[in-house]
């Protein structure tokens, strides 16, 4: 079965870095898409990145555009999110997900998402 574990969370000061990790496991993720989403409270999920596993695309939420950068390890399992310029505004508990690339959900929504890990918290401070 899928098991997804995040890591690299943590408390930063505004301006500066986190890089989260994903270790992916239980298949092949070829075919899958492998997202980021985050949640503060009393907030919905939000999609934050998204990565095609096979073909490399990448997709990226408006407010984190220019700052995140999502990843693969080459030729292993473990999906990173590399966060720069971190503002209060990011902070959240942030999920890593998987998905079969079945083309019936855009790779944002998170109805296209059936794997979920059990998130690691970033909390910025001003």
């Known amino acids: 079965q899928v098991q997804l574990v995040e890591s690299g969370g943590g408390l930063v000061q505004a301006g500066g870095s986190l890089r989260l990790s994903c270790a992916a496991s239980g298949r ?5 898409r492998m997202g980021w989403f985050r949640q503060s409270p009393g907030k919905e999920r939000e999609f934050v990145a998204a990565l095609m596993w096979s073909r490399g695309n990448t997709y990226y939420a408006d407010s984190v555009k220019g700052r995140f950068t999502i990843s693969r390890e080459s030729g292993g399992n473990t999906v990173y999110l590399q966060m720069n310029n971190l503002q209060p505004e990011d902070t959240a508990t942030y999920y890593c997900a998987a998905g079969w690339n079945s083309g019936v959900y855009v790779a ?3 109805e296209g998402y059936g794997h979920w890990g059990q998130g690691t918290q970033v909390t910025v401070s001003s």
Do not use: E, H, K, V
């Not at 092949?28 to 899958?32: A, C, L, M, T, V």
């Open 28 to 32: 092949s993720f070829s075919g899958y």
């Open 108 to 110: 944002t929504a998170i």
